[in-house]
């Protein structure tokens, strides 16, 4: 558990080094682990390895959500229900 966290507590702490920087610094964490917690390391690494990264998909209008007032929202529904609501036999 140790060495997940290890992990974890150090990946935006890498963002910034070149790949020898993180090679380094990545050693010298690895160095002061147990035995065990690199065995735990080393499965915790497998299974990143054998597990794709799944992206989540964001819906592009989310961003949007909550950006319409309750008031406004109102207006557009009284809007359709006066406008659409209606049949209008000799428009077909």
């Given at each position: 558990m140790y060495a997940k966290k290890t992990i974890?507590?150090?990946?935006?702490?890498?963002?910034?080094?070149?790949?020898?920087?993180?090679q380094n610094k990545i050693t010298a964490i690895?160095?002061?682990?147990?035995?065990?917690?690199?065995?735990?390391?080393?499965?915790?690494?497998?299974?990143?390895?054998?597990?794709?990264?799944?992206?989540?998909?964001?819906?592009?209008?989310?961003?949007?959500?909550?950006?319409?007032?309750?008031?406004?929202?109102?207006?557009?529904?009284?809007?359709?229900?006066?406008?659409?609501?209606?049949?209008?036999?000799?428009?077909?």
């Amino acid at each position: 558990m140790y060495a997940k966290k290890t992990i974890i507590g150090f990946y935006f702490l890498f963002s910034c080094f070149t790949y020898m920087e993180l090679q380094n610094k990545i050693t010298a964490i690895v160095g002061k682990l147990s035995i065990e917690e690199q065995r735990q390391l080393l499965n915790y690494i497998k299974t990143m390895k054998a597990t794709p990264v799944k992206k989540k998909k964001v819906n592009p209008f989310a961003v949007f959500g909550g950006t319409i007032s309750n008031a406004d929202l109102d207006l557009m529904e009284k809007a359709i229900e006066e406008g659409c609501e209606n049949i209008d036999k000799s428009e077909w």
